[in-house]
């Protein structure tokens, strides 16, 4: 049986007993702001760039997983690219929607413990008050469905 954690802090903080971190990543999968650039700056820029060039050619499309190695992060990186609030026409659904995808897509890899703030919450326009119990009642249904251990990092 799965277990969700929910924490508050930096992601970047709670690594330890991880196999994998969840990059909220833009389209071209490059260095972003906020906690994306945060992941790229400390797993290496230069490395995880030159690797997501180098391995992915297109753009990535709405609520596609794309993996990479963590580089200097010591765990692999699962990336998203999250449906943005304000371009859909059924928000909390396409949201909930890359949560499943994200957490199938580690568990088929054979990743158990997964680290991933909010994802969608940031520069995508969602707001953690509208969507909070929506992505706990998912995430705990995932956990179980999934047999995987998340641990969910909110701001502080």
């Known amino acids: 049986m799965g277990k ?6 930096n992601i970047l903080d709670h690594l330890e007993n991880k196999d994998l ?3 909220s990543n833009n389209k071209y999968m490059m260095c972003g702001s906020g906690v994306c650039g ?3 700056q400390k797993a290496n ?3 995880l760039e030159d ?6 050619k297109e753009n990535m499309k709405v ?4 993996f990479s190695p963590g580089f200097d992060l010591g765990i692999d990186i699962l990336h998203i690219y999250c449906p943005k609030y304000y371009e859909s026409n059924s928000p909390l659904f396409d949201l909930l929607d890359g949560y499943e995808n994200m957490v199938r897509m ?3 890899r054979g990743y158990k413990n997964i680290v991933s703030v909010s994802i ?3 520069i995508h326009g969602y707001k953690h008050d509208d969507v909070a119990k929506a992505v706990v009642d998912k995430l705990n249904e995932l956990v179980d469905k999934y047999d995987v251990y998340f641990t969910l990092v909110l701001p502080t």
């Open 106 to 108: 580690a568990k088929d």
């Open 45 to 47: 820029k230069e490395l």
């Open 38 to 40: 945060a992941i790229y």
């Open 51 to 56: 690797y997501c060039r180098n391995h992915y």
């Open 63 to 66: 609520n596609e997983v794309r």
């Open 120 to 122: 969608g919450t940031g």
């Open 4 to 9: 969700l954690d929910i924490v508050c802090g």
């Open 21 to 23: 971190i969840v990059n």
